[in-house]
Structure formats: C-alpha cells, structure tokens
C-alpha cells in the first residue's frame, strides 16, 4: 500500500506566500483532482508534491519516507509529473523520448534491455502514440506531444503520478481518452491530476480539493467540495450545479447574467 502524506505545506517566492498551510493524504488508487481559477497556486503545488519546488515550511511523505531527502534518481523511480510545459527542441524520436523514462531505473553504465523496451512499448499503446514511434518530437502536434509525454512518465512504472493540465492541448475525444486512461492506471498508483475543467474532474477524480488565493477553501467528494457556493465564492461566477442525467455526476454550467432571473 502506497501512501503520500502532505503536510501543512507552506510555499513562498520571495517574500509572496504562494501556498498556505496545504495538507491532504493519498492512498493507492486514489485519484485527486486540484481545481481553482488561474494563479490559485495548483501548479506551484504539483510542484512542491514533486519535490521541483521545496517549502519553506511543511512536510511530504511518501511510504513513510521525507520526499526531499530522498535522491533525485530514487525519487524519480517512486514519483513521475507531467507538466505543463513540454519543450522539447532535439530532434529525438518520439520512442526514444518515451524510453528516456527508463532512466531512473538504470545504473550508470547500463543499457536499456528488451525489459525496457517492452515497457516503452505498452506505455506508448497505453497513450496511443504507438503509430508516432519513429516521428521526430519535434514534428508533433501539441496534443501528440502531450499524450508522448504522458507515456514517457508512465515508462518510469511511478507510484505517485502528478499531472498539470493534461488535457489542455487535446481535443475532445483526446481529452475523454487520456481521462480514461488515468482511471485505468488509478488501481496501481497515486494519480493527483490539477484540472481546469471541472465536469471532468467531478466526472474522473475520487476527491477535490479546491484552492483559491494558495490555501484550501474546500476538500471531500465531488458533492461535498462542487456547490454552488464554493463555485460563487472561488470563481466568481454563478452557476447552476447538477447531477447529470445520464452520468450521474456533478455538472456544472455557468450562468451568464442575460438568464439571471431579476
């Protein structure tokens, strides 16, 4: 059983608190979603869980152990992030930048093996990138790129996967598949997924927590967190929240004030 506890995180850039107090726990096959407006602090804190960042005060566990006493390569080997920003300028092979993530695994002077690469390989089927295996990085679109990316993460076979916006550059249909994805890979690891969209994270995340301003205003199960006052109070926007018809989930819908009733 894989547990990352977090612990009263506190984050600052200078002298700007970014993140106040954070503190959340995690189990295997736990899916955790981080909604908030832009600049609330959900990237910062992929971040910091990640180990890119370290607080100025707070702790994070990981089976028990302090991620940030832990080696760069060791906690690569527990712990995979993809992020936003995704630039990539050599021109290297889609499969060899999803073999890149078998680096963690590997001693100094090993080559990978046709252990590596047949991870490499259900990775890239997994994501649907098999078919771009010879492609140059370079030459791909921006929701290609992304769906690489997210295969060269789950090439490190990581305990705790952190994702920044996975489905921003996608499409639709890029968007239901990755989302379908992330709960397939749910039962053997930590997913915590920062989201903008918020039917999808109601429709995919096991639990949200909402930040506004880099502190907690709200955290549980989709009906406890997705009211229509928390969405007025962080948003600033009224909108209608409902159970889907046909899903079940929590839907949100934005309401312009041309339909506000007077």
């Known amino acids: 059983m894989v547990m990352l506890k977090i612990d009263s995180i506190d984050f600052y ?56 006493k832990l080696k760069q390569k060791e906690l690569a080997r527990k712990l995979a992030m993809v992020s936003q920003d995704n630039n990539i300028s050599f021109d290297f092979s889609v499969f060899e930048v999803v073999l890149m993530g078998r680096t963690p695994h590997l001693g100094r002077f090993d080559y990978e093996d046709e252990h590596d690469f047949e991870i490499v390989r259900h990775a890239m089927e997994l994501t649907g990138t098999s078919y771009l295996k010879d492609r140059s990085i370079t030459e791909l679109s921006g929701g290609e790129k992304q769906r690489v ?16 916006e996975p489905t921003s550059h996608l499409d639709l249909s890029y968007q239901l598949e990755i989302m379908e994805l992330v709960k397939k890979l749910a ?22 927590v909402l930040i506004d301003d880099g502190k ?42 041309e339909f506000k009733k007077e």
């Open 13 to 68: 850039y200078g002298t700007k608190k970014v993140l106040e107090k954070i503190s959340f726990d995690a189990d295997d096959g736990d899916i955790i979603g981080i909604i908030g407006p832009n600049g609330s602090g959900k990237t910062t804190m992929l971040r910091v869980i990640s180990a890119i960042q370290k607080p100025r005060s707070g702790s994070i566990f990981l089976d028990g152990t302090d991620i940030f």
């Open 216 to 257: 907690i205003v709200s955290i549980g199960k989709m009906e406890e967190v997705m009211t229509r006052e928390n969405i007025k109070q962080v948003f600033k926007v009224d909108a209608l929240v409902e159970r889907h018809p046909i899903t079940n989930f929590c839907h949100v819908v934005p309401i312009g004030n």
């Open 149 to 164: 990316i997210m295969a060269r993460a789950l090439a490190q076979k990581p305990e705790v996967l952190l994702l920044d």
């Open 187 to 208: 039962p053997d690891m930590i997913i915590i997924i920062a989201i903008h969209d918020l039917n999808l994270a109601a429709r995919y995340c096991d639990r949200i």
